[in-house]
């Protein structure tokens, strides 16, 4: 089976610009989740979407959103973007019955000038 | 006080040693993740345990619910094995993650 992928792989965009990030789940799983990754902050949960449906939020400003598709694939878009927004953004899949492990994939690298 | 302890937060071994590191928690979970990520930033779930004890190859993962803590143990640890190892209590699908674990093993 193909991984998780996610387009693009890396991306430079200036301040207030918005940005659409894409994640490509494991054929079969239909929970894709997307975290933040920052050198201060760690990693941090965005938002986990089941089934087309937004399941779990994260603390995260409304400026962050994200939707699935019923193919499952998702996308997560940051409207307005900030210095602060600079990070790599991964998404995980998994079958979605809450006990189980999540598949991670690549990753975003977004650098924001 | 962060939700998920770590440590310690740096480890260096030499090839062929046995490693430990801890997780204490401090928040209700389901399952908790151990998780190894590379310096080009990929992560792959090591494991998921919700009580006692997985082994896979080399690595051995633990966790005490009552206790909240879990512990990742490296038999024979080899310079491949260098990486940060992340710690992720989770409840349902929503991940808490620790701070991780930076482990370099020199030959």
């Known amino acids: 089976k193909a991984g998780v992928t996610q387009t693009p792989r890396y991306l430079i965009k200036t301040r207030g610009q918005q940005v659409t990030l894409s994640c490509s789940p494991i054929?079969?799983?239909?929970?894709v989740s997307w975290y933040q990754q920052t050198p201060g902050q760690g990693l941090q949960f965005l938002f986990e979407?089941?089934?087309?449906?937004?399941?779990n939020k994260g603390n995260f400003p409304g400026r962050f959103s994200g939707r699935q598709f019923s193919n499952s694939r998702s996308e997560m878009n940051v409207s307005t973007l900030e210095l602060g927004d600079s990070a790599l953004y991964l998404c995980?899949?998994?079958?979605?019955?809450?006990?189980?492990?999540?598949?991670f994939g690549p990753g975003t690298r977004l650098l924001v000038l | 006080k962060n939700e998920v302890e770590q440590s310690p937060q740096n480890l260096t071994a030499q090839e062929g040693e046995f490693i430990t590191i801890n997780c204490s928690y401090s928040?209700?979970?389901?399952?908790l993740h151990w998780l190894q990520q590379h310096p080009g930033g990929g992560i792959v779930s090591l494991f998921m345990?919700?009580?006692g004890k997985k082994k896979h190859g080399r690595l051995i993962a633990t966790i005490n619910i009552q206790e909240k803590h879990s512990s990742l143990h490296i038999t024979a640890s080899h310079p491949r094995d260098s990486a940060v190892y992340i710690c992720?209590?989770?409840?349902?699908?929503?991940?808490?993650f620790g701070t991780g674990t930076r482990l370099q093993v020199f030959p």
């Open positions: 928040v209700g979970i389901s399952a």
């Open positions: 345990l919700s009580s």
């Open positions: 054929s079969g799983h239909r929970s």
């Open positions: 992720a209590p989770s409840n349902t699908d929503k991940l808490i």
């Open positions: 995980a899949s998994s079958l979605g019955s809450g006990l189980e492990t999540q598949y």
């Open positions: 979407y089941f089934s087309e449906t937004q399941r």
